[in-house]
């Protein structure tokens, strides 16, 4: 009669043994597909910031660029909405146009305020107002 009861505890014991084995296994696993997922959201995080980084420095040393189409003396830079405004002529004291300007690098594109100004501007709702303090 013993020997049937010490094999039941023995089965009970490889039984729970099994059940820590598979949650440590079941832990370690999921610990490293998470730090894998970390470290890919990491560098892809990283690689994001590069891009906008280097989208804004291109965009401040645009204008001093050898073939681009604006004299630097007539941008003034804005950077929320669109990049520069434009004021075409301003350094020959003669404005013939205002331009809105955004610069894109890379695969950039429009963000949703950068569209609103652009649509704005292409329904003329664009104002010219004097405010004396």
């Known amino acids: 009669m013993l020997q049937p009861q010490m094999s039941f505890q023995t089965d009970i014991l490889s039984i729970i043994i099994g059940i820590v084995i598979g949650v440590i296994i079941t832990y370690l696993v999921?610990?490293?597909?998470?730090?894998?997922?970390?470290?890919?959201?990491?560098?892809?995080?990283?690689?994001?910031?590069?891009?906008?980084?280097?989208?804004?420095?291109?965009?401040?040393?645009?204008?001093?660029?050898?073939?681009?189409?604006?004299?630097?003396?007539?941008?003034?830079?804005?950077?929320k909405g669109f990049d520069y405004l434009v004021l075409h002529g301003l350094s020959q004291w003669n404005i013939t146009e205002i331009i809105f300007l955004e610069i894109k690098t890379g695969k950039s594109q429009q963000n949703h305020n950068e569209k609103m100004v652009q649509r704005t501007i292409q329904s003329k709702k664009v104002y010219y107002e004097l405010m004396k303090l």
């Open 30 to 79: 999921i610990g490293t597909i998470k730090e894998s997922a970390i470290r890919r959201h990491r560098r892809d995080a990283a690689t994001k910031s590069r891009a906008v980084v280097g989208g804004h420095i291109a965009e401040q040393l645009a204008p001093l660029v050898e073939w681009f189409p604006y004299h630097p003396k007539d941008m003034v830079f804005i950077g």
